[in-house]
Structures are given as structure tokens and as C-alpha cells.
């Protein structure tokens, strides 16, 4: 092993995937690989995830869906993320299920020429992408006239949570009302695709009222909790699937009072040894995890002392014993003392979706548990 390792364990994420298939057994499931699997590579997660069961795959980006194909992933697989200059055509002919919310989408697919797979976006709160009600009906009108021409399929109605992470949120109810009255709109206009889907992994744990045909898990597949109010990801019975490690570069004692790292935001209180880990925010740790980043180092849980460097940071191991190239677990399995990806959430402020996703390329992800 070199300096830093992602582990990802295939294992665990066939588990989750099993867990969430228990949660939402009449569905079919969307694997949600965007974001490069939320940091955990985006080919090998995809191929472990079709080979778990999942129906569809589900990507933002076009270029992500495209990869895709590339790599010779022929199946259901739907991208929402358009941009104005992304090539519609080559995306259709690839045979990508494209998201669309505007007038302007069905614009650019009828300007292909190409037939399309379409699903209709709408928008019942969350205020980013989907048409909003008040122009649903001409939006699916519009997508109506495409598909009576030959050159689209409807096979889908869609939407996305606000808070489905806060399960008890009247918002929930109000956007599965507003999706069925969506729904209904476009019936009463002829328009009844195969597919319906509307829940994000916090609603395919929570939230059975909005698991229709299909389900679109993200994060919960890779063992991390959606949200503090859901639980842990123990309590949710998902196992995390990222284990983050580095490994001592330099193991040295320095006396009481020495200073570490710029600024010199921590102070020994006592002679010890100071270990440096070769790992820092241009991997993708957060510079504000300085003094409270948690880690599992030298047999027991401890914080970053002083300040995140680009590249680096320090552990103050008291009188511990650690060698150069000793292991140190920055978040994984949460078993003993050893953080999740959550304790790193709650530390730095914010959702251990990030913690996950922002980890730099620098890092190898490195691939276990593939012999099930
Ligand atoms: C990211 C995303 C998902 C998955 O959400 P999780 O909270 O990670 O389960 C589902 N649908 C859409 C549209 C998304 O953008």
C-alpha cells in the first residue's frame, strides 16, 4: 500500500443494495452512480451494482452516462443533468434515457432527430430542476406531440425530495400529492408511462408511499446515512463502504510546547510523538477538520492536531506507541473506536455525502470483497 488508500468494500454495497431492495420490494431500483459513485469509482460501483440486481442505473451528467456506455454497460440507464452545449444526439444514440424539464429540452431532443426515451421531470417543491405545475400541462402536451411523431417514448414521470431526510415533514405528503396530481394530469392528456419514481434513498427507507416503480438510491447504497434524523447507518442496517486510510509518513517525539502545523493552532501539552499523515484538504479533507477531524490511530480514537494542510496533517500520539507506515483510519466501519464518514459530517458541518464525494483523484480506491 502507498501512502493513502480508499477501500472500498463490494461487499458491503451489495448488502446495502439488498437491504434497500427489503425496503422497497415491488420497485425496481435505480442505482445512483453520479458524482464518480459519490467518490467511490464510478465503473467498478456501476458493474457491482447491475451485478446486485439493480434494473437501472442513474447518472447526473451526460459525459457520466456516456462513460458508461463506453465501458460497455448496455442496460436501463437514465441522466438528468443536461447542459446547453451536451451532445443530445450522441446521448440518445446510445440508447440513454435522458431526464427533461423544460420546453427547451424537448426542443434539443426533436432537434436530433433521434428517437428518445423521456422522463418527464416534474417539479412538486424542490425548486430546482422540473417543469412547475402551472406548465406541466403544456409540457406534457408538448412531450405528447413528440411521442405521437415517432421520435419520442414517454416512459417515465419523476420527481425529487425536499426533506425526505426528515421523514415526519408535512413537506413529504405535499410533494407525493403534488406528484399524483401530476400524474393525473398527464392520464387525463393520454400520456401513462411504464414508470413513476420519485424516492431518493431517505424515502426508500422511510417513505413506502413513494416508492412506485422504481427507486433512485444514492448515498444509502454506500452505507452512509441520509440524513442525522434517519439514524446511523448501523440503525438503517447499511454497512459504510469506504474506508479511508493513510499512513504515517513521519513518526518523531517533540517536547512539550512544540508547536504543529501553520499558525501553530495546537500546542503539545506534553513531550510526545507527533505522527504526520499524507493526507490533506487537496484530497479532499476538509481544512476545518483542524483540532477536531476524528481518527483511528495507534489503538484509539483521537482529533487532527492543528491546522490541515494541502497535503498533510498531524496526530499528537502522546506516548503511544507507532511506526512509519503504521495504518491510520480516517472514517469506515464506525465498529470500536474507528469514525464514520458522519462523525467527519458532524465535526466540519456538513452531511457525510460530501465527506464521501469530495475525495480527491490523488487517492486510490482500491477494491475488496469482490469474491462473493
Ligand atoms: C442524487 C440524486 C438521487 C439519489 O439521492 P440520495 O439522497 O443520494 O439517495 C436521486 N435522484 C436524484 C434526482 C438525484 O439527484
Known sequence: MSRA????????????????????????????VKA?????????????????????????LFSEALELRAEGDSGPLLAWLAAPEDPWGEVLEAGIDVGVSTPDHLERVAATGQRARLHLKLDTGLGRAGCPPSNWESFVSRAKALQHAGRAEIVGIWSHFTVADDPRNPLNTVQIERFHAGVEQAAALGVQPEHLHLANSAATLSLPDAHFTLVRPGIAMYGVSPGVAMGTPQELGLR????????FTTVKRLPAGSGLSYGH????PADATVGVVPLGYADGIPRNATNVGPVFA???RRVIAG?????????????????????????GSGDEEVPLAEDWA?????????IVTRLGPRVPRVYVGEDR
Open 265 to 268: 493552532q495546537y500546542t503539545l
Open 5 to 32: 488508500e480508499a477501500r472500498i468494500d463490494l461487499e458491503a454495497f451489495a448488502h446495502n443494495l439488498t437491504v434497500l431492495r427489503a425496503a422497497a420490494p415491488h420497485s425496481q431500483q435505480m442505482a445512483v
Open 307 to 331: 491546522r490541515v494542510c494541502m497535503d498533510q496533517f498531524m496526530l499528537d500520539l502522546g506516548d503511544d506507541p507507532a511506526l512509519e507506515g503504521d495504518e491510520v483510519v480516517l472514517f
Open 346 to 354: 458532524q465535526a466540519t458541518g456538513t452531511i457525510g455525502y460530501e
Open 240 to 247: 459504510p463502504v469506504m474506508t479511508l486510510i493513510g499512513r
Open 36 to 60: 464518480d459513485a459519490y467518490g467511490h469509482g464510478l465503473l467498478p460501483m456501476a458493474r457491482a451494482a447491475r451485478e446486485a440486481g439493480a434494473e437501472w442505473l442513474g447518472a447526473a
Open 298 to 300: 495507534a489503538g484509539r
